[in-house]
């Protein structure tokens, strides 16, 4: 059933490409970007984790990079270590991951953010790899928010369970969404409320990707301190983009 509840634009867009939307009472941040600007980062060059945004911006810096977006990717284990699929650069770093568990990763289905040669996507799980797609960056979380335009079959539209979320999306136009519930709002989304916000986005397809700790940083904030994540995930432009 779709919420009967209609968007308030708040008509906020930042200089540096942030907007930010109220949805059901609470307060998102969202930044829109093209596939080709997005990237995936969990080892530097030594191989280590990085962890955090400010050692993810200094490794795309030293690539000749400049992120005007920082933001955690999927659910990780101790350690820093992604609990499912990540690509990096056109390599795999760690395996898809189809074992059973508990949580909201387990929460089938779940899915896996890619960016190939052929754009951007959000896919089921089931369906990787690609075929005939050189996939450059992935990472795999859950549960998946919209199916094909389709609210994940166990989220309740009346769930209590509110709480920080964010997630990425795929609109039709190929365009990459990427949302945060605000940590300082005054009321935070079910995961309902989290997938109907991507679908009032223009997004069919979107997936969670971490809860409590998420953190999202533009402009002159990506230079903050943040906490400590497994992947990350960048948009990179121009320093006039800031």
């Known amino acids: 059933m779709v919420l009967s509840i209609a968007v308030l634009w708040l008509g906020i867009v930042c200089a540096c490409g942030a907007e930010t939307v109220t949805r059901d009472g609470v307060r998102y941040f969202v930044w829109k970007a093209k596939p080709e600007k997005v990237r995936v980062v969990w080892k530097d060059a030594d191989g280590k984790p990085m962890r955090d945004f400010p050692t993810a911006k200094a490794f795309l810096e030293r690539k000749g990079e400049k992120p005007v977006m920082l933001m955690n990717g999927g659910i990780f284990e101790p350690g820093g270590i992604p609990s499912g699929l990540l690509v990096q650069d056109g390599k795999q770093l760690h395996a898809v991951n189809r074992r059973d568990g508990k949580g909201n990763f387990f929460l089938r289905p779940n899915?896996?953010?890619?960016?190939?040669?052929?754009?951007?996507?959000?896919?089921?799980?089931?369906?990787?790899?690609?075929?005939?797609?050189?996939?450059?960056?992935?990472?795999?979380?859950?549960?998946?928010?919209?199916?094909?335009?389709?609210?994940?079959?166990?989220?309740?539209?009346?769930?209590?369970?509110?709480?920080?979320?964010?997630?990425?999306?795929?609109?039709?136009?190929?365009?990459?969404?990427?949302?945060?519930?605000?940590?300082?709002?005054?009321?935070?989304?079910?995961?309902?409320?989290?997938?109907?916000?991507?679908?009032?986005?223009?997004?069919?397809?979107?997936?969670?990707?971490?809860?409590?700790?998420?953190?999202?940083?533009?402009?002159k904030r990506v230079e903050e301190r943040s906490n400590r994540f497994g992947s990350l995930i960048a948009v990179v432009g121009e320093v006039s983009d800031q």
């Not at 790899?129 to 549960?143: D, F, H, I, L, N």
């Not at 969404?177 to 109907?196: C, H, M, Q, T």
Request: positive net charge; hydrophobic residues 40%; aromatic residues 10%.
């Open 111 to 219: 899915g896996i953010f890619l960016i190939s040669d052929k754009g951007a996507r959000v896919m089921e799980t089931g369906k990787w790899p690609p075929v005939g797609e050189k996939v450059t960056y992935a990472v795999q979380s859950g549960p998946l928010l919209l199916e094909n335009g389709k609210v994940h079959p166990a989220f309740n539209q009346g769930s209590k369970s509110r709480l920080l979320r964010n997630g990425v999306g795929v609109a039709e136009d190929g365009t990459v969404v990427f949302a945060i519930s605000d940590a300082k709002g005054e009321r935070y989304p079910n995961l309902f409320g989290f997938a109907d916000l991507f679908r009032s986005l223009g997004c069919r397809n979107a997936l969670f990707l971490d809860g409590d700790i998420s953190q999202m940083r533009f402009g």
